[in-house]
T-cell receptor, first 110, second 109 residues
Framework: TQLLEQSPQFLSIQEGENLTVYCNSS?????LQWYRQEPGEGPVLLVT?????EVKKLKRLTFQFGDARKDSSLHITAAQPGDTGLYLC??????????FGTGTRLKVLA | NAGVTQTPKFQVLKTGQSMTLQCAQD?????MYWYRQDPGMGLRLIYY???????DKGEVPNGYNVSRLNKREFSLRLESAAPSQTSVYFC????????FGSGTRLTVV
């Protein structure tokens, strides 16, 4: 059974701080996605990474796929209250189905 | 840009009652999915439909049935609701990534 573990589970930081959240597995994924979910809404896709070692930037968010395609990280620079939410990673080994991690709940205090 | 539309948004059922959760997408996607989200458990796949006319079980299918009515619509039915099915249910369709609906919050008492 493929599992995706995310850490930390909870993170509360002050506005302007930097943070990194992690998504780890013992399985190899052909692609991995990051989502952000706000209360009362469904997850929204942020990025897809497909190549080992790939780095993608989305404004203040930097996503990296591990060289072995078993792990990924999300780094946020100068966090803002609008970054508050549940961050989910999801991976697939090439089938129709993605496995979701349990999420990192981020709260950015003004 | 409706994307994925789920109805209802909220529902309270008594144990043993049945109901159908509706989902429709307007993006012409082939694949559609039903997930449930519980605190600390993440999103767990109940059923999916890779294309019109096909459905397959996911990780937690017991107590549920699905119907892929056409390319747009994928419904989830609870035949005899149980308190363990209290959860938030999300429908999604897949293009380059998942597009999720806004969810149905179901409470079974």
């Amino acid at each position: 059974t493929q599992l995706l573990e995310q850490s930390p589970q909870f993170l509360s930081i002050q506005e302007g701080e930097n943070l990194t959240v992690y998504c780890n597995s013992s399985s190899v994924f052909s692609s991995l996605q990051w989502y952000r979910q706000e209360p009362g809404e469904g997850p929204v896709l942020l990025v897809t990474v497909v190549t080992g070692g790939e780095v993608k930037k989305l404004k203040r968010l930097t996503f990296q796929f591990g060289d072995a395609r078993k792990d990924s990280s999300l780094h946020i620079t100068a966090a803002q209250p609008g970054d508050t939410g549940l961050y989910l990673c999801a991976g697939t080994s090439g089938t129709y189905k993605y496995i979701f991690g349990t999420g990192t709940r981020l709260k950015v205090l003004a | 840009n409706a994307g994925v539309t789920q109805t209802p948004k909220f529902q309270v059922l008594k144990t043993g009652q049945s109901m159908t959760l509706q989902c429709a997408q307007d993006m012409n996607h082939n694949s559609m999915y039903w997930y449930r989200q519980d605190p600390g458990m993440g999103l767990r796949l109940i059923y999916y439909s890779a294309s019109e006319g096909t459905t397959d079980k996911g990780e937690v299918p017991n107590g549920y049935n699905v119907s892929r009515l056409n390319k747009r619509e994928f419904s989830l039915r609870l035949e005899s609701a149980a308190p363990s099915q209290t959860s938030v249910y999300f429908c999604a369709s897949v293009g380059t990534g998942y597009t999720f609906g806004s969810g149905t919050r179901l409470t079974v008492v």
